[in-house]
């Protein structure tokens, strides 16, 4: 089943406490993507990538980090987590930039 | 100005009727232009995609894009309560900008009264 699939979907941490939330796709899809969801706010996107080793910006940033080592794989990194990091996280993936992306489940993180 | 903007509703509307959503954006040069449905506590999921003005259909829903006046919108005929979630624009940027983000509108809840 073609998918993507986002670990953990819940997740409850302090300030400062290093913590990677994980995305994995399964149909060899180039175009990778962290969103964070806010009430009010939509969806932002956090990181992008194009390709294996190819990562940018997209509108928020700052406080996360990303690799792309391998295609299927694009994990979010929170080096030092702040309260206002609290939010609803999706991964996304598709076949290439312009074409339709599939959601992840999606990752309630709290960040106390 | 916002990037994607969408009125947020809710949009009420009976059921069968037809509910009329839309979407405007600023980058004039943007490509891609998607709608996703998204239920509350989950996951979007993608209604409908266009790339060229005009309209396009796809069962009970049709997109139509104004890249003129910069716009786009979705209609869905036979409204039905279970059509009742959050609808997102999302739109591709033009890749004169030399990224590639998407940008998401804030999203319009429609709600069909049964």
């Known amino acids: 089943e073609a998918q993507v699939t986002q670990n953990p979907r819940y997740l409850i941490t302090v300030t400062g406490k290093k913590l990677t939330v994980t995305c994995s796709q399964n149909?060899?899809?180039?175009?990778m993507s962290w969103y964070r969801q806010d009430p009010g706010l939509g969806l932002r996107q956090i990181y992008y990538s194009m390709n294996v080793e190819v990562t940018d910006k997209g509108d928020v940033p700052e406080g996360y980090k990303v690799s792309r080592k391998e295609k299927r794989n694009f994990p979010l990194i929170l080096e030092s987590p702040s309260p206002n990091q609290t939010s609803l996280y999706f991964c996304?993936?598709?076949?290439?930039?312009?074409?339709?992306?599939?959601f992840g489940a999606g990752t309630r993180l709290s960040v106390l | 100005q916002k990037e994607v903007e969408q009125n947020s509703g809710p949009l009420s509307v009976p059921e069968g009727a037809i509910a009329s959503l839309n979407c405007t954006y600023s980058?004039?040069?943007?490509?891609?232009f998607f709608w996703y449905r998204q239920y509350s506590g989950k996951s979007p999921e993608l209604i409908m995609f266009i790339y060229s003005n005009g309209d396009k259909e796809d069962g009970r829903f049709t997109a139509q894009l104004n890249k003129a006046s910069q716009y786009v919108s979705l209609l869905i005929r036979d409204s039905q309560p279970s059509d009742s979630a959050t609808y997102l624009c999302a739109v591709n940027p033009s890749t004169t900008s030399g990224t590639y983000k998407y940008i998401f509108g804030t999203g319009t809840r429609l709600k069909v009264l049964a």
């Open positions: 149909m060899n899809h180039e175009y």
């Open positions: 980058d004039r040069g943007s490509q891609s």
């Open positions: 996304a993936s598709s076949l290439r930039a312009k074409n339709i992306q599939y």
